[in-house]
């Protein structure tokens, strides 16, 4: 982050001001100027044209004290703030003098309203110049360290705030260029060599500033307080992306184990080697790779269902469970060859975890087939059941990884529940283990057994009651013995109550935890599920209404516009589907959330951050709900807004 450096050379605060136009801007005139009459007089045709007619009339009236017929460029200004338009100081004389076609010095609030209602765009040229005769300037700089551009900050002299953009390039000192001036600096940060020649620099002397004037960031030149700190949040946001891209590796490989370094299902020109390899374990290369991994899947249930079925004693023996093991076995052991050929390393990928599990898939059937016959019938057995290790390789399969990271994550939410049940249930089972014990009174009969009065009993040690207890509070019940004495069966009882609760609470806990991963995982598979939905509907163009997920995309974009970002997701998919699940699923919807003003705030939905709910209703909320409640501004706002185009 650059570090805002004080310019070492200005004019004081009672310096001579800047001299000229803060900025020159061209028009393109679609109609003529007789035009701007003939909508001037449209307005008598709609209600709503005759209250804003009123309104900017009234306005006039009260700051035209003199009574001229018109405003001048002061009172032009002043006009322009009491309407929240949002123009900055620098643009409004520049607007002035536009909009004041006859030169007369004034403003009729019947041209403005012509000037608003016309088809003209104004175009604002990107370079403006500011003279300065005395030193110090007042401006506070700043070098980017990404761009290496010198930015205007702040300024220290408030006159300034009346010629000069906020965060405007400084490209050119007199008739130098900051780009020849700073080409001996020695980092993206040094300023060093632009602050010696501003302090050298005979005077008076030319300042060329650039700032690219748009609609989105008008409000933002304007000094608004939330469009200020919303621009503050996206460069965090954009420093933390730079971090990111830093750590992120350069060259994106499907694995570790891939052939190249760089292989990808992306790639061009892929070798023989790469080919294979993501054919193999890449489900999303081709047909031909999703075909490969869902066979081998259907032949890991066929197997697995054969291994069952064969214990079966009417069906021992059948050559059917034979011919299946050969095919699936043979297929495997392809597969298995085609991967490991196909590495880059083989050594290693012999060793990782999940490889090792295909190798043991494949390996007992070629053991058996060569050891059959040789009396190896107990091995052959042990063998026989290391073939269900093909199950996990289900595991590898997106579809089944899925669950089981919900799974792994519900466990790993829930571990200090899991702690608290294995606590407690070591702590009652010592307790009601040893109370048991006590209270069966147990004695050694002549026959060696052990009796509780008359009966027989088993609980002949604390150990065997404690056994006992894990059986009766976990809800297991056996039945295989239990207390015979009164007293002991008393504490049996207190024992299941208690089993009761100390397994119930935390599987309360447990259940709270697998809701909230699993609705994540719905909320996610539902984005993905509607985003392809979208994808095929823009394809065929068929859908009737305006998607909340293209309307989100224009104000990213009209965000990262305005605060010069790139890229950046201020508002995100997850906040996108929070929406959507509160029923907010298209455009219309949420402008009528919007302009519902402070009761649609209710409807919000709560996932999404206060602060971003804040953005959307302050900032965004004002295009369709204006300013304050009944403005009659907002078409006039919105319409010079939209007049508002980059110089070509």
Request: aromatic share 12%.
């Given at each position: ?49 005759k209250k804003e007619e009123a309104a900017v009339h009234d306005i006039w009236e009260e ?24 123009i900055p100081n620098p643009l409004i004389k520049a607007l002035f003098k536009q909009i ?361 040690s604390i150990p065997a009651a404690m056994y006992w207890c894990v059986v009766t509070m ?175």
């Open positions: 982050m650059a570090a805002a450096i004080r310019a070492a050379a200005g004019a004081s605060r009672g310096s001579k001001r800047p001299n000229g136009p803060i900025h020159s801007f061209n028009v393109a005139n679609y109609e003529s100027s007789q035009q701007l009459s003939f909508d001037a007089g449209e307005l008598k045709g709609s209600p709503d044209r700051i035209d004290v003199t009574e001229k017929g018109g405003l001048d460029d002061n009172e032009f200004s002043e006009a322009l703030k009491r309407m929240d338009m949002g004041d076609i006859n030169d007369q010095g004034i403003i009729q609030y019947r041209e403005f309203l012509s000037f608003i209602n016309s088809k003209n765009l104004i175009f604002f040229d990107e370079e403006y110049n500011l003279e300065f005769s005395k030193r110090p300037f007042d401006l506070i700089l700043e070098r980017d360290p990404e761009t290496g551009k010198i930015i205007v900050a702040g300024f220290n002299a408030e006159y300034l705030k009346d010629h000069l953009l906020p965060s405007s390039e400084l490209t050119k000192i007199g008739e130098s260029y900051l780009v020849d001036i700073l080409e001996h600096a020695e980092s993206y940060t040094d300023m060093a060599p632009a602050l010696d020649f501003l302090q050298n620099v005979d005077l008076p002397v030319t300042l060329t500033f650039r700032k690219q004037v748009l609609q989105e960031n008008m409000a933002l030149l304007n000094e608004d307080k939330d469009w200020d700190l919303l621009s503050k949040d996206m460069s965090t946001l954009r420093l933390e992306k730079r971090m990111k891209k830093l750590t992120e590796p350069t060259v994106f490989q499907h694995c570790k184990f891939c052939p190249q370094k760089d292989t990808n299902n992306k790639k061009p020109n892929l070798s023989c080697l790469e080919v294979i390899h993501l054919l193999c374990e890449d489900e999303n290369y081709n047909w031909g790779s999703f075909l490969i991994i869902s066979v081998v899947m259907l032949l890991i249930f066929v197997s697995t269902f054969s291994y069952v079925l064969e214990t079966e004693p009417r069906l021992r023996g059948n050559d059917a469970f034979v011919t299946i093991e050969y095919i699936v076995s043979s297929v495997f052991t392809l597969e298995y060859a085609a991967r490991i050929v196909s590495c880059r390393n083989m050594w290693l990928y012999f060793w990782a975890p999940m490889n090792m599990i295909d190798f043991l898939a494949v390996i007992p059937f070629w053991i058996e087939l060569s050891l059959a016959g040789g009396g190896f019938s107990g091995f052959l057995r042990v063998i026989r059941v290391i073939r269900l290790a093909r199950i996990v390789r289900l595991l590898k399969s997106p579809f089944f990884t899925d669950y089981l990271d919900v799974f792994a994550e519900t466990i790993r939410l829930s571990s200090h529940a899991f702690g608290l049940i294995l606590t407690m249930l070591c702590l009652f089972i010592v307790v009601f283990g040893s109370l048991v014990y006590e209270m069966e009174n147990i004695e050694k009969g002549e026959d060696g057994l052990w009796y509780s009065g008359d009966a027989q009993t088993y609980f002949i976990t809800t297991v019940g056996y039945g295989d013995y239990s207390p015979t004495q009164v007293p002991a069966q008393a504490v049996g009882i207190v024992t299941m109550l208690v089993g009761l609760l100390v397994i119930a609470l935390p599987v309360i806990i447990i259940g709270g935890n697998f809701d909230v991963v699993y609705t994540r995982f719905r909320k996610r598979h539902d984005r993905e599920a509607r985003n392809r939905e979208l994808e095929l509907d823009s394809r065929i163009n068929s859908v009737p209404y305006k998607r909340v997920e293209d309307f989100f995309k224009q104000i990213n974009e009209h965000i990262n516009t305005a605060c010069q970002a790139e890229e950046l997701e201020f508002f995100t998919e997850q906040d996108i589907s929070a929406f959507i699940e509160e029923g907010f699923d298209t455009q219309e919807k949420v402008i009528a959330l919007l302009k519902a003003g402070d009761i649609g705030l209710h409807f919000f939905p709560v996932s999404v951050q206060a602060y971003k709910r804040y953005v959307f209703y302050k900032v965004f909320g004002k295009e369709y709900r204006g300013a304050k409640q009944n403005d009659p501004f907002i078409r006039l706002r919105n319409e010079l807004y939209r007049k508002t185009a980059k110089c070509s």
